[in-house]
């Protein structure tokens, strides 16, 4: 006599009878991502808000530089924002009050009382921040400390980089001739300069990816592409803005490009691990805010440190 037949749909549930087991939840169906071919964004909405971006920075530094440091605070709220998002992922919930309020302390202080002051604010909001993790209990502790500190240091210390460099031609004051103004726009050109040029040059040419797992559309032609722009960037801008020595363009150029490169891999790696593709979508084209400023922070401490000894 032969079994039960195979394969058939199971039987419906008959009242009076157990809970049918359930498999695996099926995943929610995602909608389609769209496709931006090799550039990877939408480039009308990116360069659109580039756009919006780069003339609030300019129309601050021209008239009035302290205003510039209202953008620098909010990206520092706005980043801290994004990371606390993304780590959500894991389980890992970043206690947001005291990192915002103290990173925007950090940044204020670099600005207006130098290295020794941010040290301190970073090291007492540091210890604010795993005292306040103490409410929470036992589990998971170390894990979110840890994620916390690594925050700290990550956006608020690096960004605070940005006020030092502000802070070179003195509180007050803007346009060219403040020499703050013109080392925030030769950091800030140089490292557009790396993005354009890698961008340029990795959708014409690019054919040998450098990091495959991590960031796929990023090639050996577009660091190429981008070494190229940035020196030259850095070349220009050294002598003909800051009339500094040429040489010292040379050696910008070459530290930001590896900089932005390296700043841009790490981002890339995180969202891989946390399984995202972009932080957030506050910029449009561009994705988060952290996935425009990875570059930024990993370049601005190196090029202040560079331009404090060997030009101003």
């Known amino acids: 006599m032969s079994g039960p037949p195979e394969n058939l749909p199971p039987a419906p549930a008959t009242a009076g009878a157990g809970p049918t ?26 360069v659109g808000s580039a756009v919006v971006l780069l003339v609030a920075i300019a129309g601050s530094l021209y008239f009035w530089k302290p205003a510039f440091m209202l ?15 993304g780590l959500l992922a894991k389980q890992i919930d970043l206690p947001e009050q005291p990192l915002m309020l103290g990173g925007v302390i950090m940044v204020v202080v670099a600005y207006v009382w130098g290295t020794d002051a941010l040290v301190t604010a970073t090291a007492v909001t540091a210890l604010v921040v795993m005292l306040w993790l103490l409410r929470r209990g036992i589990e998971g502790y170390v894990q979110t400390a840890t994620a916390s500190v690594f925050t700290l240091i990550y956006v608020p210390f690096l960004g605070s980089f940005v006020a030092l460099l502000l802070s070179e031609g003195g509180l007050g004051g803007g346009g060219l001739d403040d020499d703050g103004v013109a080392g925030i726009l030769t950091f800030i050109l140089v490292t557009i300069a790396s993005d354009i040029g890698g961008y340029v040059a990795g959708v014409l040419f690019g054919k040998h990816p450098m990091a495959p797992i991590i960031s796929p559309k990023k090639s050996w032609e577009g660091f190429a592409g981008s070494m190229v722009f940035t020196v030259a960037a850095g070349l220009a801008l050294v002598v003909f803005l800051l009339d500094g020595d040429w040489w010292v363009g040379v050696a910008l150029g070459i530290i930001a490009v590896v900089m932005a490169t390296l700043g841009d891999l790490c981002e890339s790696v995180m969202k891989r691990d946390l399984g995202i593709k972009d932080m957030s979508q506050v910029i449009p084209g561009h994705g988060g805010l952290m996935d425009r400023l ?13 331009l404090h000894y060997l030009v101003f």
Request: charged residues 20%.
């Open 21 to 46: 087991p359930r498999g695996p939840a099926t995943p929610p169906v995602q909608p389609p991502v769209k496709d931006h071919g090799r550039a990877g964004r939408d480039l009308k909405a990116a």
């Open 71 to 85: 953008i620098v605070a909010l990206a520092v709220v706005v980043a801290i924002w994004e990371l606390r998002q």
């Open 294 to 306: 990875d570059s930024l922070l990993a370049t601005i401490a190196p090029i202040w440190l560079l």
